[in-house]
């Protein structure tokens, strides 16, 4: 199980306090997400499922929470010289939509490959994007070359503590909505919502198991928690484009390390058909990355037989292509019923 709350929580880059303070600034301006139930998942799988519902979170992803938390934590004189981040699409949109809210300045970092759905939202917000190459250009690299000619701050997308404290609020909020959990599992790409979310349900709950997914083609979070360090790889070619980040955060690795027990991975046709499923059982839209964490449960990746369930649907900027592939592929792929 995860390690209970207490001196090493206490230790680690944020706590409860810092998720609370962040749940605070978020009050009135973030949505409080519905948690979604099906008796035929529950049935299929033998567990309770409660699915955080973070697709119907602002800019359709649970990013808006950290993005909001780490603007808000900046001071005013900050501010005024404006925010620089890097993102594939969610945490762009995010940045975007929250610097906005504050009068902020905003440039963001994106892949010229990223869906067209996240670039035309981070636009509209008012932000300046400027492209990469994901395969070829360090986009970390490139934002802090932005940020250093314009006096701006960069605010990554996962390893920085506001951020981290502002996703946890994710977990807060489901704990708050469904007492007793026994299990909590999660997307993860560079660890800032795994992270945020375990320290929030270890503080508020005491020791769990918690579980994360990547995608099966990329091994970061896998081999980090493995070496005990952050391990850098290359940018995977899989159609869940939210976890294409070729690393783990440093401080979201501390946390993955003392309070996450595995993290598995999940091919794309299992997640493809777990899109699939969401539309056709619940009627909700889900991307690829945000549909992660219930594919690994519904294909059987996790025994939840017996447990109280919750699952981040952390995403639902979908594009129609990808979308058609999923429903045209149906859920052949979910093969796992329980016994």
Not at 228 to 244: A, F, K, S, W
Request: charge should be negative.
């Amino acid at each position: 199980m995860g390690a209970c709350e207490g001196s090493v929580v206490a230790d680690l880059p944020i706590d409860a306090d810092d998720v609370a303070r962040a749940a605070s600034r978020l009050h009135g301006i973030a949505h409080r997400t519905p948690v979604l139930t099906s008796r035929l998942w529950d049935e299929a799988t033998g567990g309770r499922l409660f699915c955080k519902a973070e697709h119907l979170q602002r800019v359709g992803a649970f990013k808006f929470r950290g993005a909001y938390n780490a603007v808000a934590a900046l001071d005013a004189a900050t501010r005024r010289r404006g925010v620089v981040a890097f993102s594939s699409g969610n945490h762009a949109q995010a940045i975007a939509l929250a610097a906005a809210l504050h009068e902020v300045p905003a440039t963001l970092v994106m892949p010229t490959d990223a869906p067209d759905v996240k670039l035309r939202a981070t636009r509209r917000y008012g932000a300046e994007v400027v492209t990469y190459d994901r395969y070829g250009e360090d986009r970390a690299a490139i934002g802090a070359a932005l940020a250093e000619d314009r006096g701006a701050t960069v605010l990554p997308p996962f390893d920085h503590a506001e951020v981290m404290a502002g996703q946890g609020t994710v977990g807060r909020e489901l704990v708050q909505q469904v007492p007793d959990l026994d299990l909590l599992v999660v997307p993860v790409g560079g660890g800032g919502l795994l992270s945020g979310c375990a320290v929030a349900v270890t503080a508020a709950t005491g020791a769990l198991e918690i579980v994360g997914v990547e995608p099966a083609a990329r091994r970061a979070a896998r081999d980090a928690l493995a070496a005990g360090e952050v391990v850098e790889v290359d940018v995977p070619r899989t159609l869940l484009d939210g976890q294409q980040t070729t690393a783990v955060g440093h401080l979201p690795l501390a946390v993955l390390r003392s309070l996450v027990d595995r993290i598995i991975g999940v091919d794309d046709a299992t997640v493809l058909a777990a899109v699939a499923e969401l539309a056709a059982i619940t009627k909700q839209v889900v991307e690829p990355s945000g549909a992660s964490a219930l594919a690994a449960v519904l294909a059987g990746g996790i025994d939840v037989r017996g447990r109280r369930v919750g699952v981040v649907l952390s995403g639902g900027n979908i594009t129609p292509e990808v979308l058609h592939r999923a429903i045209a592929g149906g859920t052949r792929a979910l093969t796992h019923r329980a016994t």
